[in-house]
């Protein structure tokens, strides 16, 4: 959580590219309902299992394997040793509440094909109390059912399109400049003059950066070499939101007026909607002048106040949650893609050659010439299935009972999604631990995986706003990087592996040397 490692990405994950329509099981499904409709009820009791018969470990065991054997920031890893010991479901305990764990692509498209029209993402309660305490309307993560659907229906015009997000990369571009400079000023410091260290950090402040300059069509300074001072306060605010909602999540409620996480909890939310409220207020202003002016505007932000579709406060509670979902995607998935790199010189080396060949070395890389590199596409692609941004996610479907895997299960079910387990199954992925960017790539795939087996920007209706801005942001990055700078490990640095934060980052900081290609290369 320091280093604000821990920071909620609970959205913006994902591989680049469409995932077609998933072929498979769904007819299956639908036949099996019916013929489940149409059985007699005795018969129906007979066919379909309880989720107490699922295998898996009892209250307990499962808090003995969390807290007495330490994987509580490993739960990516007993995601996959339990499925190797239960199977592609089993249920497990958190507190007082029965999770069904789901691991396999098989399951995971039984459950989310069948989660309807309003589906639960997962329990926000600790959010939704701060929401409730202050007066503020909830956001896309808060909201459920009906008003969730309808502010999701505003929120996802002019950014879930790809032709929509193609409209931020000017934008994008910008910020990408910005950091080419803050990289060469940091490495400048170190004694060698090529060192970056804990390159995730640097890359967070590029995302928000980033995110920012879209949600708030405004530049907030993370990239300067002194960072405006409520600018700081902004960022150190996520971070200690975030520590301080871990104690609030294991600690008994009494505790909170004893001890002071509770307080900090709510400030650094505080805080969030303070800069936030301030920098929409502005754009208000300007909105207004440029109006009164007969003069044309566009951005998410203007288009957000200029619909009628929200009120004002909705904007304040929206913006808010968006711009957080917004960060850990690109700078976790662009820090552990560089780290790759550094290790693959062959595949970095491919990755420059295709990037240079579509891009002259005058030129900055556009949206459009994207579409020409497959390469830079399946080396984002590769690192999501190997990092899936949140490792475990989780649904709630409200609406109706679920039948899964033989398994009949009532509503409000809590399923967890073990992402980590399912992107790191062999029988889709050969070698899974490898960095293997071709297995994306069409006509050299090692095997035909199954359509959700990597699946980090989500599905459904619930899916990820902001996949396209993700993936462009990701994608433009990398493409500019690669051809500036050529990536080598840090020659004391040993292994990094993933820690699971709520999103899965690295357990140490990834140290970089960044090589000027141009000397290199005369």
């Known amino acids: 959580m320091a280093r604000l490692g821990g920071r909620l990405g609970r959205c913006l994950r994902g591989p680049g590219g469409s995932l077609g329509r998933p072929q498979g099981g769904c007819r299956g499904l639908a036949q099996a309902a019916a013929a489940a409709a149409s059985a007699p009820a005795s018969r129906s009791e007979e066919r379909l299992k309880r989720p107490e018969e699922l295998p898996g470990p009892g209250p307990l065991k499962s808090h003995y394997l969390l807290f007495a054997r330490g994987y509580l920031l490993h739960t990516h890893r007993l995601q996959v040793l339990s499925k190797k010991m239960y199977g592609p479901m089993w249920k497990s305990w958190f507190g007082s509440s029965l999770n069904i764990n789901i691991g396999s692509a098989e399951t995971l498209e039984e459950v989310v094909r069948q989660e309807g029209k309003y589906p639960i993402r997962s329990d926000m309660a600790l959010w939704k109390e701060h929401r409730d305490k202050r007066h503020i309307p909830y956001g896309p993560f808060t909201e459920d059912g009906k008003r969730w659907h309808r502010l999701r229906q505003v929120l996802n015009q002019r950014m879930l399109k790809p032709s929509e997000a193609v409209l931020y990369a000017d934008v994008i571009n910008e910020v990408v400049s910005d950091l080419v400079i803050h990289l060469e000023n940091e490495r400048s410091k170190s004694p060698s003059g090529v060192m970056i260290q804990d390159i995730a950090n640097v890359l967070y402040r590029f995302a928000l950066e980033g995110i920012s300059c879209i949600l708030f069509e405004t530049r907030i300074g993370c990239l300067e070499k002194q960072i ?89 509670g929206s913006i808010a949650e968006l711009l957080l979902a917004g960060v850990d995607t690109t700078s976790n998935t662009l820090s552990w893609a560089l780290y790759h790199l550094s290790k693959n010189p062959d595949i970095q080396e491919a990755l420059y050659q295709e990037v240079i060949n579509v891009v002259p070395k005058d030129k900055i890389p556009s949206a459009k010439d994207l579409a020409r590199m497959p390469l830079l596409k399946a080396i984002i692609k590769e690192t999501l299935r190997l990092y899936p941004v949140v490792p475990t996610n989780a649904r709630v479907i409200a609406e109706n009972d679920v039948v899964v895997g033989g398994y009949h299960f009532p509503k409000d079910t809590l399923f967890v999604l ?22 994306w790539l069409r006509g050299q795939r090692e095997s035909s995986h199954h359509p959700f087996s990597s699946i980090p920007f989500g599905y459904g209706v619930r899916a990820c706003a902001g996949r396209r801005i993700a993936e462009l942001e990701m994608h433009l990055a990398l ?10 490990p840090d020659p004391q640095q040993t292994e990094v592996k993933p ?24």
């Open 499 to 522: 820690l699971a934060r709520i999103v899965l980052v690295p357990d140490k900081p990834i140290n970089l040397e960044f090589l000027d290609r141009q000397t290199m290369h005369g």
């Open 479 to 488: 493409a500019r990087l690669i051809r500036i700078f050529l990536f080598k």
């Open 228 to 316: 405006p001072a409520e600018t700081q306060r902004f960022i150190d605010a996520i971070g200690y939101m975030l520590k301080n909602s871990v104690f609030a999540t294991i600690f008994p409620k009494w505790t909170r007026d004893v001890l002071p996480y509770w307080n900090r909890y709510l400030e650094g939310w505080d805080t969030i909607f303070a800069f936030g409220k301030k920098l929409i207020d502005q754009k208000m202003v300007e909105l207004e002048k440029h109006l009164e002016q007969g003069e044309e505007v566009s951005g998410y932000l203007t288009y957000l106040l200029s619909s009628g579709r929200l009120s004002l406060d909705e904007v304040y």
């Open 418 to 439: 073990a992402h980590y387990a399912i992107s790191h199954d062999e029988n889709n992925f050969p070698e899974p631990e490898r960095f293997i960017p071709s297995r």
